[in-house]
């Protein structure tokens, strides 16, 4: 075995070791990405979110102007001048920290507007929402605090690792992705076994772009007696008529019993919400323990406030979102690309061996594009893959160039003829 294939082996089978020999296994592996040019990972970037960025790279030590396919800012907020001038107008007026947790200090008014404002932008007249400093707090704290060890979380194996975290201290079935017979299965089984279960599905998947099959996982938590809750981080500003998500797509955002997401993709900020009947939110706001325990989100939140309202203001940007992600997925399909069942802007290039995905990323940052090469653990073993997020900014020249790049990938590795 090649010294790269035993590195990455080596790697991939990680768990089991002491935390020291862990930690020297993946400084190995560090080296190694580093010493080959796959470090396409923590590089440092000097110009913010966008579709250019100017980054520090293994091959531009004084950082270069790369392409880049790498932020979920899907609709470009992030450098809109209403969204900066927002934030920085919360920072003039309230200072750039809360200095304490909602709870006890740290719940300033734009808080307040910001939790009405995403509330009743689901159009949930009867709801309330809770808002927490990132979307993985509201997710793993959501479900920390209403699940204890006499419930029962029944989550698609696919589902965003904060709602894993979430479930450490209940009982926990995971079904095979997108699977409605495996949620059937488990659910069927479940029945009358447990105090409350709760359903939680992703509506798009982070990883794969692809949407959950909501209408049948509704019917299904309903008919066996089960609650459902559904992360759409990836879909809120991308699906649906107006931009409300996967649940808006599929006329459903009335049918779930808990919504969550967060405000560092399209929301252009940082900070999670989880949107539900005021009986659980304010069960949330004064229960959940990083609502008492941890700050709030900075002045710049208010930053979030003019974001929500831009999707109405401005539809253009999603409009534009869809002909980038329709041009780019019939590029890459045209060249024989496997970009597997995306609907959304999440844009997978799947390869499968981890070794050859290093190699195409690295290849892919010398003609001047920067992607997200996925690997084990984020995926399975074999189902390594390119991830790209489109955004609304990016230009036809822009996703020419790394079309270009693709071809020139595919030349080098042969990544249609040799897919495992
Ligand atoms: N849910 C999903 C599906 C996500 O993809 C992410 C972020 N990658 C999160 C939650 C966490 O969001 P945040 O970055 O706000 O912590």
Redesign the pocket.
């Known amino acids: 075995m090649d010294f790269a294939t035993a590195t990455f082996k080596n790697f991939e089978n990680i768990e089991g070791h002491d935390i020291y020999d862990r930690a020297e296994v993946f400084g190995d592996f560090l080296q190694y990405m580093k010493d080959n040019g796959h470090m396409n990972y923590r590089l440092q970037n000097f110009s913010g979110c966008g579709p250019e960025m100017h980054v520090k790279t293994s091959m531009h030590q004084d950082g270069y102007n790369y392409v880049s396919f790498v932020s979920?800012d899907y609709l470009g907020f992030t450098q809109h001048p209403k969204v900066k001038a927002a934030a920085m107008q919360g920072i003039l007026e309230f200072g750039t920290g809360a200095g304490a947790s909602p709870l006890i200090g740290g719940h300033f008014s734009y808080h307040e507007v910001l939790e009405e404002k995403i509330a009743s932008f689901f159009r949930r007249s009867k709801d309330s929402s809770v808002i927490y400093t990132?979307?993985?707090?509201?997710?793993s704290a959501t479900l920390m605090s209403l699940l204890q060890k006499e419930d029962l979380a029944i989550i698609d194996m696919a589902?965003?690792t904060?709602?894993y975290e979430g479930c450490i201290l209940t009982n926990t079935k995971t079904f095979l992705h997108n699977h409605v017979e495996s949620l059937e299965r488990i659910l069927r089984d479940a029945k009358d076994k447990y105090r409350t279960k709760l359903v939680i599905v992703?509506g798009?998947?982070?990883q794969d772009g692809d949407l959950a099959p909501l209408k049948q996982i509704i019917e299904l938590a309903r008919h066996y007696g089960a609650y459902i809750m559904v992360?759409?981080?990836?879909g809120i500003g991308v699906l649906g008529a107006t931009g409300r998500g996967a649940l808006e797509l599929t006329g459903l955002l009335h049918e779930v019993d808990l919504i969550?997401?967060?405000?560092?993709?399209t929301f252009a900020n940082?900070?999670?919400y989880v949107i539900a009947n005021p009986k659980l939110i304010n069960f949330l706001k004064f229960q959940s323990r990083q609502q008492i325990f941890s700050a709030t989100s900075t002045p710049a939140a208010a930053g979030i406030i003019k974001a929500i309202e831009l999707i109405d203001e401005e539809p253009q940007w999603q409009l534009k979102l869809w002909e980038n992600i329709n041009y780019f997925k019939n590029g890459l399909t045209a060249m024989g690309m496997d970009v597997g069942t995306t609907q959304s802007a999440i844009v997978p290039v799947k390869i499968g061996d981890a070794h050859k995905t290093g190699d195409a990323g690295k290849l892919l940052l010398k003609a001047g594009i920067y992607t997200n090469p996925i690997l084990y653990p984020a995926v399975a073993k074999k189902d390594a893959r390119i991830r790209m997020s489109l955004m609304a900014t990016h230009t036809i020249e822009q996703l020419d160039k790394a079309l270009n790049a693709f071809e020139y990938v595919n030349q080098k590795l042969d990544i249609v003829g040799q897919r495992v």
């Open positions: 979920n990132t979307g993985y707090t509201a997710n589902v965003h904060s709602v992703d798009v998947y982070s992360d759409d981080a990836h969550s997401g967060t405000f560092s993709k940082i900070g999670g």
